[in-house]
T-cell receptor, first 111, second 117 residues
Framework: SQQGEEDPQALSIQEGENATMNCSYKTSINNLQWYRQNSGRGLVHLILIRSNEREKHSGRLRVTLDTSKKSSSLLITASRAADTASYFCATNQGGSEKLVFGKGTKLTVNP | DAGITQSPRHKVTETGTPVTLRCHQTENHRYMYWYRQDPGHGLRLIHYSYGVKDTDKGEVSDGYSVSRSKTEDFLLTLESATSSQTSVYFC????????????????FGPGTRLTVL
């Protein structure tokens, strides 16, 4: 079963705009990660936020985590055409070596 | 890119034939994973390994077996391929940090596109 569920399923924006994607999950977690997948390629890790953190930044990426609502958001600021990809959240439950991935948000950034 | 290769990258086979996919890593990471990716389902874990000859089932393990005789290689076998196993298969690796309490970042291979006719 899917632990993380991304929202929206698809998002289309113009270059320069911000893109926000959300992820909800069901059980308590140790950490939550976001990955990017370009068409026809493998997933690439973007950022990891631990359960005791509320916000984390990496370049143009900002991730928030609200454990009380069991949700996270990924914000990409000043988007570029190269940001066009699918974005997945993945959660890790305590003591597990396994990640559970959501179904992803497909982001299209139009030039 | 992490040193992960998958072979073959593309394969077309017929129903009922055995198929083996190979994942090879040069990072000496402890954990290796096999996922399948299908439209509408995201990534689903098939099997994973936490060391040489140590493997465990994932969410969708029926019809698949795995083997890990060396740290660097993780094989996924479809004993008798079915059309429902047409998918893109990804291998991933990760390493638990010393004293760490949770799974580290996973690094993915380029994928194998398998078509079962």
């Amino acid at each position: 079963s899917q632990q993380g569920e991304e929202d929206p399923q698809a998002l289309s924006i113009q270059e320069g705009e911000n893109a926000t994607m959300n992820c909800s999950y069901k059980t308590s977690i140790n950490n939550l990660q976001w990955y990017r997948q370009n068409s026809g390629r493998g997933l690439v890790h973007l950022i990891l936020i631990r359960s005791n953190e509320r916000e984390k930044h990496s370049g143009r990426l900002r991730v928030t985590l609200d454990t009380s609502k069991k949700s996270s958001s990924l914000l990409i600021t000043a988007s570029r055409a190269a940001d066009t990809a699918s974005y997945f959240c993945a959660t890790n439950q305590g003591g597990s070596e396994k990640l559970v991935f959501g179904k992803g948000t497909k982001l299209t950034v139009n030039p | 890119d992490a040193g992960i290769t998958q072979s073959p990258r593309h394969k077309v086979t017929e129903t009922g034939t055995p198929v083996t996919l190979r994942c090879h890593q040069t990072e000496n990471h402890r954990y290796m994973y096999w996922y399948r990716q299908d439209p509408g389902h995201g990534l689903r874990l098939i099997h994973y390994s936490y060391g040489v000859k140590d493997t465990d089932k994932g969410e969708v393990s029926d019809g698949y077996s795995v083997s890990r005789s060396k740290t660097e290689d993780f094989l996924l076998t479809l004993e008798s391929a079915t059309s429902s196993q047409t998918s893109v298969y990804f291998c991933a690796i990760s390493e638990r940090l010393a004293g760490g309490t949770s799974t580290d970042t996973q690094y993915f291979g380029p994928g194998t596109r398998l078509t079962v006719l």
